[in-house]
């Protein structure tokens, strides 16, 4: 039977939707055909599934379930968890062939979708379209698939310390660190996590609540962090780590309550990384700023600019044998002593790790950084249409007539430039019909300067940096 998705719904590195409007039940049952039609068409047969806190996430997970299951697949339920559980139930067993995750990530609480992996890799972009053509051609195989159910979140949590090996336990147990899940999917291993913590721990929202009653699980928004900044305040602890929705982002703050932004914490972890593999490649996307990739090279590191997205970063990590890389966004990969997924607990664990290896508090660590001036993320209204088309203009022109101002032009992902006053971005969105431009500078006037540039590059496509829309 032919099932045809909301056109909003296949995005670029999951499958998302509104429930009720554009997302429901017929939609993941068709989901889990097709994925399960691909699975077995390629080998595999066995799916494991697990769900976020969000309320619609148990009518999904059940739908999702019947349509692998009747692709001949068998599932492995691991119940309600954060995303990198998922993650760890495929990674970690040899029976199991791939995952789906059924989250709605950072977005408001009417939303829902999948993460999945295939086989060991990210499945994204054309292999998503391809289960969408799948689906609408009515093209899925036919069985019936055994489902199991799995308890992994102490298996899961003793992996977890298993990255504070190797340290003497003094000092460790000297940190005092403040943990906020945002009523997210991580709230229970987090609890399970830090009861066998050494130092001392004040957790905050570990409850899973879909409605997000206490405020928006989403790190990367700096009012997002008030209360965890409080918490950190009130009890002077060392450092605060917060979560997105579904575990797979964090967020921080040093003890002074200044935010340790996903570039800022790549080079707390480069510098402990590459302590151990010298020359080591360290990848981050292109928003991130040139501070970091300065401090990778200066610690011996090979940096690498890569594209925005969590699947394409995970891919280049496993083309280039890179044992860590980031985002802005908070995802953070560590294949050194780990699977290469992002981890928002094992991050946390691997900031308490870096502290006490360096000798350094993470004040410290935040305080050593150099001051750049950076704008947010700007994202402006462009249409669908549009955007990839005025990207290209601005691209081309920028690689043929860059003028004396640019000094360099790197176009992995829409166009990053330096000049004397620091850099700028501009790139089509992937999920949304916007452009997003980013600039930084070490001075108010420079920053001016670059802003600049990017309204002139707009306005010679006919554009303009219009008000901002959120994710």
Known sequence: MQHYFHPTVLREYDIRGIIGETLGADDA????????TLLRDAGGKTVAVGYDGRVSSPMLEHALVEGLTSSGCDVVRIGLGATPMLYYAEASSEEVDGGIQITGSHNPPSYNGFKMVFLGRPFFGADIQKLGKLAADGAFASGIGTVTSRDILDEYVARLLEGLEGIEPGKLETLRVGWD??????????????????????????????HFP???????????????????????LDFGVAFDGDGDRIGAIDGEGRVIWGDQLLMIYAEDVLAHLPGATVIADVKASRALFDRVAELGGTPLMWKTGHSLIKSKMKETAAPLAGEMSGHVFFADDYYG??????????????SARLGKSVTELREAMPQMLNTPEMRFQVDESRKFAAMEEIAGRLTTDPGPEVEAVNTTD???????????LLRASNTQDVLVARAESESEDGLERLLAQID??????????????GH
């Open 29 to 36: 049952r068709a989901i889990g055909r097709a994925f399960g």
């Open 214 to 236: 206490n405020h928006h699980p989403d790190p990367t928004v700096e009012a997002n962090l008030s209360d965890l900044r409080a918490l950190v305040a009130a009890k002077s």
């Open 414 to 424: 829409g166009v990053r430039v330096n000049t004397a006053d620091g850099w700028w």
């Open 456 to 469: 002139a590059q707009l306005a010679l496509s006919g554009l303009e940096r219009g008000e901002s829309v």
């Open 341 to 354: 997924f992002d981890d928002a607990l094992y991050a946390g664990i691997r900031l308490l790790a870096a």
């Open 181 to 210: 899940a945002g009523n997210g999917a991580a709230g229970p291993a987090l609890e399970a996590l830090a009861a066998r913590l050494p130092g001392e721990h004040h957790l905050l929202f570990t409850e899973v609540d879909g």
